[in-house]
């Protein structure tokens, strides 16, 4: 048997812009070609991005994915590349035997060459399940394709059909395959690229073939794609490896003798820390130029909130592009202050001054606020600054709220809740001074000034919005309170399950009543990267209105 080349084109892909991910697909192409690659494989849903919602439902946009990957196929042909199979994934509109429109379109993996579709696969098992669900817009395959490439035969599947048992894989185990080959559009969660690996070696050991994982990367909306594709044998051995969040062709030989594996590059793993900061600037990244946006504005308070989404706004698009603004009131401190100012430098960004006080006095003089509504004012008056800022030149405004805050509601609607974009939304307290430490210590390993001012890991958090003002003035210290959260939003438990953990009555009363207080702050918080097996939004559903609340003594 022949030895075969095959490449995986790692690239990140753009829901809703046809054209642009069509040029992508011939640029790699040619980059394959280039390589003496005999197959090339693109991810899931290459042509129309991914995930794409309900656009798979409009007849206008299954014309054009359909029209475009014959185009694609054509344009492959003419340019002297017909020899070279191009597995893509596109939104299967038509049926396979007579080309009659279906029902409802099929997340398709489609084979061209010579100028032609050579071969298709209609994914089997759809996910219905966390940020998933494509029962609403796909129809399932029924079928088990097989290509054949210089006498090796290939077995191909999508994403899903590998997670679950039964479908297509199981019967690619009794076709005596060479490879099998997956296109995947699988979004980062911290920890799941073990779990990724252990499934393929399972699944690679049951079809007696190495297992070939192309994954998309990049960020869209709130999902971040990390990449990470590689290959890996039935024996368990990882054969060949991308890097994670960038795009990459990853070159592997599929031996004459099936015995004797060849090995390909193979990328470093990551720390979980490095994976969970390249998850959020990657989704940031994404938002930010999928959208049009050139630079983005945030409040810059001193605090280790928004240092650290500032650091993230710098390392994803540049500090040239980044415009902070400190909005001190009568209560802020001089060190914060003086740390705003210290950030800024270190990252250079932008940095103005913007006191608050006037525009709050000019409120008070007409509303005489106390208590929690002048706290809140306080806010507001700093959240219609950014906006203005934004409509006047243009940048994105960035929330730096995280998931503890997110989790309790310790935030204003319409003040610090502003923005179109969250980074850390995703990130609790804990691990955002984890992230923050992680951050400087990669800045000194490569000889670079740290960019966080350590007063601002170090101090005491506070929203400054009252004399001498501490966040645990309102909320039990962070360590404990992410450990509720975690045990309450993570994994479902309610007051029996968190007191049986250990955690003081008066604790878990006070954390779950907040929590169930803040699901309508949630609603309106901006969407930001997902990174943990359940963020809040499309993972976590619960109604805005509803009487429930845990039993406070379940026998």
């Known amino acids: 048997m022949a030895e075969l080349r095959i490449a995986i084109a790692q690239i990140d892909t753009c829901v809703g812009d046809i054209e642009g991910n069509v040029s992508k697909i011939l640029e790699w192409s040619r980059k394959a070609a280039e390589q ?59 049926t396979l035997s007579d080309h009659v429109p279906m029902d409802r379109p099929t997340n398709r993996a489609a084979v061209l060459s010579h ?20 029962f609403r817009i796909f129809a399932s395959g029924d079928t088990t394709t097989v290509i054949d490439v ?29 490879a099998l080959i997956t296109l995947n559009g699988s979004p980062f969660e911290e920890g799941k690229s073990d779990v990724r690996l252990g499934l393929a070696q399972r699944r690679a050991k049951a079809v007696g073939a190495p297992l070939i994982y192309a994954n998309s990367t990049g960020g869209q909306d709130d999902l971040v794609f990390d990449g990470g594709s590689f290959v890996v044998a039935p024996g368990g051995e990882v054969l060949a490896r991308a890097p994670m969040f960038t795009e990459h062709l990853l070159l592997w030989d599929l031996a004459e003798d099936d015995n004797e594996p060849h090995y390909g ?22 938002y930010i130029t999928k959208n049009g946006f050139k630079s983005v504005v945030l409040g810059l ?129 804990s691990r955002v001074w984890e992230l923050s430490r992680w951050r400087n210590n990669h800045a000194i390993d ?45 994994n479902s438990e309610g007051r029996q399950e968190l007191e049986a953990r250990g955690f003081k009555p008066e604790v878990v009363d006070k954390v779950v009543s907040l929590v169930d207080r803040a699901e309508w702050k949630r609603r309106q918080y901006p969407l930001g990267p997902k990174v943990t097996a359940l963020a809040f939004g499309r993972d976590r559903r ?5 009487r429930w609340r845990e039993p406070q003594n379940e026998q």
Request: some cysteine; charged content about 20%; aromatic content about 6%.
């Open 36 to 94: 003496n690659a005999d197959v090339v494989v693109f991810p899931e849903m290459t042509i129309t991005g991914y995930p794409i919602e309900d656009l798979a439902l409009r007849a206008s946009f299954q014309r054009a994915a359909e029209a475009a990957l014959h185009e694609t196929a054509e344009q492959l042909n003419s340019e002297g590349l017909g020899d070279l199979r191009v597995i893509v994934g596109s939104l299967g509109a038509l």
């Open 446 to 490: 490569n000889g670079e000034i740290p960019p966080i001012p350590e007063s601002s890991i170090t101090k005491p958090p506070s929203a400054e919005l009252r004399p001498g003002q501490v966040d645990q003035d309102s909320l039990p210290p962070y360590d404990l309170l992410d450990a509720v959260l975690d045990a309450h939003i993570e």
């Open 265 to 286: 590059e193979i990328a470093p793993e990551l720390e979980n820390d490095h994976e969970v900061y390249q998850a959020v600037v990657t989704g940031l990244r994404g």
């Open 115 to 134: 100028g032609l579709i050579e071969a298709a696969y209609d994914k089997h098992h759809l996910p219905n399940y966390g940020v998933f669900d494509e």
């Open 542 to 546: 619960v109604p805005i209105t509803s």
């Open 301 to 429: 308070s001193g605090g280790i909130d928004s240092a650290i989404v500032a650091v993230i706004c710098a390392d994803a698009i540049g500090g040239e592009n980044v415009y902070g603004i400190s909005m001190p009131s009568v209560y802020s401190s001089d060190h914060s202050k003086d740390d705003a100012e210290d950030l800024a430098k270190r990252i250079g960004a932008h940095y103005t001054v913007q006191p608050i006080a006037p525009m709050v006095d000019a409120f008070q003089g007409q509303l005489h606020l106390e208590g929690v509504s002048e706290e809140n004012l306080q806010a507001r008056v700093r959240g219609i600054i950014l906006m203005a800022a934004s409509n006047m030149h243009g940048h994105l405004v960035i929330a730096t709220g995280n998931k503890s805050e997110l989790a309790v509601g310790y935030s204003t609607i319409y003040g610090d809740a502003v923005g179109g974009y969250a980074p850390i939304k995703d990130v609790d307290k």
């Open 150 to 178: 210089k006498g090796r035969r290939l077995g191909l599947a999508i994403c899903e059909d590998i997670w679950q048992d039964g479908g297509p894989v199981a019967e690619l185990e009794k076709l005596g395959i060479s």
